[in-house]
């Protein structure tokens, strides 16, 4: 397939490479474009995270916030095995970007939360100890 000036993958790829070379400000307005003109399935998933790492990078991170929590709420029944995959990454993200706005208990709660899944013991304890990070026993 040829990609053009005007085609989402294109925009996508070439920002993925401003990226990996260490341009993040150069990669997010590339990796906007590509969203907002129908980047689809996998690549729109791996351009939400990538672009949100950017913004992280570039001290947006609030703004970062707002993209993963967003990508979080989507129905994953709506999504293909491969996409559905990523979500361990949304949350890796997700927990960087909470640090660096001061929400360490929130961020904290994230990482044990998407740990916990591939753990072989005590997922269910580290389900809820996730939990009580955001809402501790007697908070009222």
């Known amino acids: ?19 990996s070379t260490g341009h993040s400000d150069r990669a997010i307005s590339l990796y906007r474009w590509a969203l907002d003109h129908g980047l689809s399935g996998y690549r729109r998933r791996r351009a939400v995270i990538q672009m949100s790492s ?9 703004a970062a916030i707002a993209l993963l929590e967003a990508e979080q709420g989507i129905d994953p029944t709506m999504l ?11 949350s890796a993200v997700l927990a960087l ?19 916990a899944a591939h753990l072989p013991r005590y997922q269910r304890s580290m389900r809820n100890y996730a939990r009580l990070l955001l809402d501790p026993p007697g908070k009222q």
């Open 1 to 19: 397939m040829a990609l053009f000036d005007n085609d989402p993958v294109a925009a996508f790829e070439r920002a993925c490479a401003w990226d």
């Open 54 to 62: 950017s913004l992280r990078n570039i001290g947006q991170a609030e």
């Open 97 to 115: 970007c909470l640090v660096d706005t001061g929400r360490a208990r929130e961020s904290v709660s994230v990482a044990v939360g998407a740990l």
């Open 80 to 90: 293909d095995e491969q996409t559905r995959g990523l979500a361990e990454s949304i």
